[in-house]
């Protein structure tokens, strides 16, 4: 659907010295997918998601968009273009002295819409987002969250196939985040619109892309199936990243006056539901004790660790840990 060939994107600044915010990236966006583009503040990030409606112009490199090349697109097909792509912004980026309702209107009659389709289209969209009740409300009366589901009723307006998403949530506390991304999620799925999400947080990214890219200084360093990307991230930046989410790393109380044999169980995606822990204390003469444990579903499938103490006879501990080992991802000894 999107695929970005090479591109980079140098900025000049006024003392002519250049950044070069995005370098030589290539990547490939499928139809109807929740893409995430994740990484630290500078990281090229906006830069690379304006590429895609050309709000910046690569310096190299091409973009080709449902195979056609737009990158050198002017005039009336330029026009064209931003019309099927939406876009959402971290700080909403509505019209303070226009009512939700006009806000709205407004996108449509630059997209050259009848008074009659905006008339009935406004409020299909505003029923869409939850706000029907707030057509006549203006921005500085809505919450943080009503206002961003008010730009997402307008990104979607003139029915765009591709929706872009520059921090859609940053500005929001955590509960009303959950909620944005679920409209998000529910209007990729009711809509098929191809949607680009961009977040310093992989807990936005965990909760609801497809796939993602992380980017760093500039590159796309790795790219992936969420899943995989969680559950065995190869780039140390990648690495970096899931593991500020995941929080795997024992409790450090746990390490202190040790004299028991601690186990870690990693768990990536495959029988977690199934009773693993209750049938290896059936079958081995042992005691077992959960100390600690982090369980999370990313994409359906579970991902985490439990740090397990394990009593008995050494020979029935070995047999009880071969035996997880064959159940479970990875089965380390904890050596204090
Ligand atoms: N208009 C501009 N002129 C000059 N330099 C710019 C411009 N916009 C961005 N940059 C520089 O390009 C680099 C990438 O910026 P960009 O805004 O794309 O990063 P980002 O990943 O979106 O960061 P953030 O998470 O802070 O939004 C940064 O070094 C930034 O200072
Ligand atoms: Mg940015």
């Known amino acids: 659907m999107i695929r970005f060939e090479n591109i980079s994107v140098k900025y000049t600044l006024k003392s002519k010295q250049e950044v070069e915010a995005v370098r030589g990236v290539t990547l490939e966006i499928g139809e109807g997918e929740i893409f995430g583009i994740v990484g630290t503040s500078g990281a090229g990030k906006s830069t690379l998601l304006r590429t895609i409606n050309l709000l910046q112009r690569p310096t190299d490199g091409r973009i080709l968009i449902g195979g056609n090349d737009i990158t050198h697109l002017r005039g009336e097909s330029l026009r064209q273009l931003r019309l099927t792509t939406g876009m959402i912004f971290q700080h909403f980026n509505l019209i303070h002295n226009k009512t939700v309702f006009d806000n709205i209107a407004f996108a449509m009659r630059s997209a050259g819409k009848s008074k009659s389709e905006i008339e009935r289209r406004v409020p299909e969209v505003l029923e869409l987002v939850g706000l029907l009740d707030k057509a006549k409300s203006y921005p500085s009366n809505l919450s943080g969250g009503q206002k961003q589901r008010v730009g997402?009723?307008?990104?979607?307006?003139?029915?765009?196939?591709?929706?872009?998403?520059?921090?859609?949530?940053?500005?929001?506390?955590?509960?009303?985040?959950?909620?944005?991304?679920?409209?998000?999620?529910?209007?990729?799925?009711?809509?098929?619109?191809?949607?680009?999400?961009?977040?310093?947080?992989?807990?936005?990214?965990?909760?609801?892309?497809?796939?993602v890219a992380v980017m760093s200084k500039g590159e796309v360093v790795e790219t992936g199936d969420v899943f995989r990307i969680f559950a065995v991230p190869e780039h140390p930046f990648t690495k970096q990243l899931v593991n500020s989410t995941l929080d795997l790393e024992l409790p450090r109380k746990l390490n202190e006056n040790r004299t028991k044999r601690l186990f870690k169980l990693v768990y990536r995606g495959e029988r977690a539901e199934e009773p693993v822990i209750s049938e290896t204390v059936r079958k081995f003469p042992v005691d077992m004790n959960i100390l600690h444990g982090k369980i999370e579903y990313i994409a359906e499938q579970p991902i985490g660790v439990l740090i397990l103490n394990l009593e008995g006879a050494k020979e029935s501990v070995d047999s009880a840990v071969s035996y997880l080992k064959t159940r479970v991802a990875e089965v380390e000894e904890l050596h204090a």
């Open 152 to 211: 997402i009723a307008r990104s979607i307006a003139n029915d765009p196939q591709i929706l872009l998403c520059d921090e859609p949530t940053s500005a929001l506390d955590m509960e009303t985040t959950q909620s944005i991304l679920d409209l998000l999620k529910e209007i990729n799925n009711r809509l098929k619109i191809t949607t680009v999400i961009i977040s310093h947080e992989m807990d936005v990214i965990k909760k609801i892309c497809d796939k």
